[in-house]
């Protein structure tokens, strides 16, 4: 997740997606099944800019593929999906922060949206270091901000993580005399990287699930008066009537997670070595590269 994307207003949502196609939704009577009883098409409304449901989604939609599916992916603003998937236009969405961030959506279109599964549950903000670092927790930031050049490198000025260190961690940990750097996430990540290539110590906003834990030597700084929040739950949500008409599809996603490792590594693979060009495709190379969460998706898929 980018903490930089601005939440869409709901009244905004609803009124764009209008012009969404229908999908799959209200066809179970008729359509013909796979073997494994669910329908042969699946839609997929994917959060556009929140890299972790990209991520997701396509390895979904790879092994969903190679299972025989029919699949069509979308990618729109939050409130776009999830009242497309209210009103039936997609089946499924892979990318619902609970209890705090999509909260408002759940409220809103819960009565139409079946919950289907968590896929990761330590999805939080984060203040965090090179390994190496002479620290490791927040508790020891102020004594030792020489260590750091005195700075904190921040992200876009409008993200939620950005207020929070500023209004938070900053006067929590008596972090005053640092610079708090707010500039944007490229910025953030190139000062990360120029950094850790040069065996150097900084300390820089983050957030996890994120693909700099996989390509740079990072770790978190202890947070012990909890002021970035408590971790959240991703959840997979799909329409109503989802599991009528996917029963082999729900059951898979209901037993589906992914280790920090695993999901570091995906997103790494799509976003920075592939630098984000064709997440579909990167999601396949992936997935054939781990091949045990291939085959035991594989066989899941099977029903």
């Known amino acids: 997740m980018t903490p930089a994307r601005l939440r869409t207003t709901l009244a905004a949502a609803a009124a ?3 012009g969404l196609t229908a999908c799959s ?3 179970s009577e008729e359509a013909d099944r796979l073997e494994n009883g669910d329908l ?9 800019g929140w890299d972790e449901g990209i991520a997701v989604s396509h390895l979904f ?8 599916y029919d699949v069509e992916t979308d990618d729109a603003d939050a409130g776009i999906v999830y009242t497309g998937l ?8 892979f990318d619902m922060w609970l209890p705090t961030t999509h909260a408002d959506y759940l409220e809103t279109y819960g009565d139409d949206l079946e919950q289907l599964g968590v896929w990761y549950d330590d999805a939080t903000l984060t203040i965090a270091v090179n390994k190496d670092a002479p620290i490791t927790s927040l508790e020891e930031l102020a004594a030792n901000a020489d260590a750091f050049d005195g700075r904190i490198v921040g992200i876009e000025a409008g993200a939620g ?7 938070e961690v900053i006067p929590g940990y008596g972090l005053d005399g640092m610079e708090f750097v707010v500039s944007s996430t490229p910025a953030m990540l190139a000062e990360l990287k120029a950094a850790t290539d040069a065996g150097e110590d900084v300390v820089v906003t983050l957030w996890r699930p994120h693909w700099a834990y996989d390509a740079y030597p990072v770790r978190d700084l202890e947070d012990p008066q909890g002021l970035l929040g408590t971790a959240e739950e991703i959840h997979t949500v799909g329409r109503s009537g989802f599991t009528e008409d996917y029963p082999a599809l729900a059951a898979a996603i209901g037993d589906f997670t992914l280790t920090d490792e695993q999901l570091f590594s995906l997103e790494n693979r799509i976003f920075h070595e592939d630098d984000g060009a064709d997440p579909a495709a990167s999601a396949r190379a992936w997935l054939e590269e781990n091949t045990d ?3 035991a998706l594989a066989d899941a898929l099977a029903g």
């Open 293 to 295: 969460l291939r085959d």
């Open 16 to 18: 764009l997606s209008l």
């Open 161 to 167: 993580l950005t207020r929070i260190t500023q209004d």
């Open 86 to 93: 209210a009103g039936g236009d997609y089946d499924v969405n």
């Open 40 to 48: 042969p098409q699946v839609s997929i409304g994917i959060h556009t």
């Open 61 to 68: 939609a790879a092994a969903l593929e190679d299972a025989g």
């Open 25 to 27: 939704g209200g066809t």
